[in-house]
């Protein structure tokens, strides 16, 4: 099964930036298909191996940071491939 997921890493606390660039690295280097905007990160594959990225660079984000939060959405479908018409 086919999922689009949409991340939002948010460090609540000052020089949160490294711990972001880390986590989109770390997504990166994933083998998924990973697409960014400002807001937001877009991972792309099959419903089991994302979520098996997901579930280690989440904590391993969260390790890295004293607080914090995630926003995640998940679609069932692969939506990669998605271009406004607008």
Known sequence: MKI???LTLTPIQ?????AII????QMRN???IVKENPLSTQVYGDYD??????NKEIKTAFEAIDRGLIYIKIVKSDRSDYA???
């Open 4 to 6: 689009s997921v949409e």
């Open 14 to 18: 000052d020089n949160y930036e490294p």
């Open 22 to 25: 880390n986590f989109i690295k």
């Open 30 to 32: 994933s083998g998924l």
């Open 49 to 54: 191996e994302v979520m098996k990225v997901l």
């Open 84 to 86: 406004a018409d607008f």
